[in-house]
């Protein structure tokens, strides 16, 4: 029987929730690398045992872990990320010119095709490569420096880039969203970048349909239609079935189309999820409601899913990166929250459960169904 | 034999004992005992100064003695106690975070 591992980064540390094909019964592990933040923590898919975490802290700075037994043992790699040339700068809050400052790995994202082979979203926004596991470390600096990077201003949490895409059907290709510069494509695995923000429209902005700009959040796609992108940007639920050439807004009567993750059912490429968040000035759920949103026409026509979430008093958060689905029949859907709960539903959407309620916040949620 | 007491984060981080004792020779100074740390426990390499520039982390702290070193240059030697395994260098985590 398959079973279920799922990957929590949280504030104070990793945790690890395993459970058997049923889905009901589930045991914690953790915290791993206590007291520290664990950003991200994703598995190879070529070998589920084989996982990398990022780990940072504002004392000492950014950590790199590397699991080759699914977690039991880790062990430190490189972290040595070095901005390719003269950095150069990017704008400020304020306007003026700012040098780019390495931060933080937000994101990492094994490769489809080598197990050794992992990219890397890092604070301030670039793209990094490793080719040995996580050792060392390099930039594809094709896309910081693209003709748009000193005109990228950061959000409110940092100029991250904070989304990586692998298509499985172009190995050539691979997708960027970076906050608050907006989505990019390269055709040339990773040497050049184009901005895919047309038809992206920010009130937040002076050009409010500019190239660049934009708080993307976060995008997604179903590995079987890689030119099929959902997008949850700062306001807007978006798609595109041009690779990004071009977007139309899905928001259709979401109660609010703030938010910040967006996934896509294991099986079924046109039901997709996302959790609304009142505004970008209040991060919780409208009317302390907490309550994803499912749409099983790929945008719009959105269906309120309240089975076993709160329904009063809740003023959590859902983080870009904690929201991930398994390839069980049926889908089993997963979400993390500020308020340290790991929610599950077993059955698409339909009903949920808290996995573990009392962890610190969660930044990330990633889940293996491992054979 | 120098003395050095880590935070408990990179204690953890570099899964020593609660203090670490080095052989320098030469000048003691924090550069060198650093720099003899990060040979040992390279998984500290970044975390406690800059990697390339070895600039002081802004939130690390030299202290020994009762005293402050985290300003002074860390190429000047470290007092005599501290030198003679008297006394801990402690590298402490700032009061600062969450």
Redesign the interface.
């Given at each position: 029987m398959s079973s279920i591992r799922v990957l929590v980064g949280t504030r104070k540390g990793a945790f690890i929730l395993t459970c058997d094909g049923k889905r009901d019964a589930w045991r914690v592990n953790g915290p791993h690398?206590?007291?520290?933040e664990i950003y991200h923590v994703k598995g190879s898919p070529l070998d589920p045992d084989r996982l990398y975490a990022s780990q940072s802290?504002?004392?000492?700075?950014?950590?790199m872990q590397r699991s080759d037994d699914g977690g039991a043992t880790w062990e430190?790699v490189g972290?040595?990320f070095?901005y390719d040339g003269v950095p150069g700068t990017h704008q400020w809050y304020d306007g003026t010119p700012h040098p780019w400052e390495f931060a933080r790995v937000w994101h990492l994202e094994p490769s489809l095709t080598d197990r050794d082979t992992v990219y890397a979203g890092v604070e301030d926004a670039a793209l990094f490569r490793s080719t040995d596991g996580g050792q060392s470390w390099s930039e594809l600096s094709g896309l910081r420096t693209h003709t748009t990077g000193s005109s990228w201003q950061p959000g409110a949490g940092g100029m991250c880039l904070h989304t990586i895409l692998l298509d499985p059907k172009n190995p050539q290709r691979i997708f960027t969203a970076i906050s608050a510069a907006g989505a990019f494509r390269s055709d040339d695995a990773g040497a050049t970048w184009k901005p895919i923000n047309r038809g992206l429209k920010s009130a937040q902005i002076p050009d409010p349909d500019a190239e660049v700009g934009h708080c993307v959040h976060r995008i997604t796609f179903h590995p079987s239609r890689p030119h099929v992108l959902f997008m949850q940007k700062h306001w807007d639920v978006m798609r595109s079935d041009d690779a990004g050439d071009s977007w139309r807004e899905v928001s259709d009567n979401l109660p609010t189309d703030f938010g910040f993750p967006i996934d896509v059912h294991a099986h079924e490429p046109e039901t997709i999820y996302v959790v609304p968040i009142k505004s970008d000035a209040e991060h919780f759920p409208l009317d302390g409601q907490l309550r994803v949103y499912r749409s099983r026409t790929g945008g719009n026509a959105w269906e309120a899913l309240t089975n076993g979430l709160p329904q009063r008093d809740c003023y959590v958060n859902v983080l870009r990166d904690a929201m991930s689905v398994d390839t069980l029949d049926p889908c089993g859907i997963y979400f993390g929250t500020t308020g340290g709960q790991v929610y599950m539903s077993p059955d698409g959407g339909d009903s949920w459960k808290a996995i573990v309620h009392d962890l610190p916040a969660v930044l990330s949620v990633e889940v293996q169904t491992l054979p | 034999m120098i003395r050095v007491v880590l935070p408990a984060h990179l204690k953890s981080l570099a899964r020593t004992a609660d203090e670490v004792q080095i052989e320098l020779d030469g000048n003691v100074c924090v550069s060198s005992v650093l720099s003899a740390i990060e040979a040992r426990y390279p998984m500290l390499l970044g975390t406690i100064r800059d990697r390339t520039t070895h600039k002081r982390r802004p939130h690390i702290r030299y202290f020994a003695c009762e005293r402050d070193l985290s300003h002074d240059s860390p190429d000047a030697p470290l007092p005599e106690a501290v030198a003679r395994g008297a006394e801990p260098l402690l590298i402490v985590g700032a009061m600062s975070g969450g």
């Open positions: 690398f206590a007291g520290w802290s504002s004392w000492s700075g950014q950590v430190t972290n040595h070095v | -």
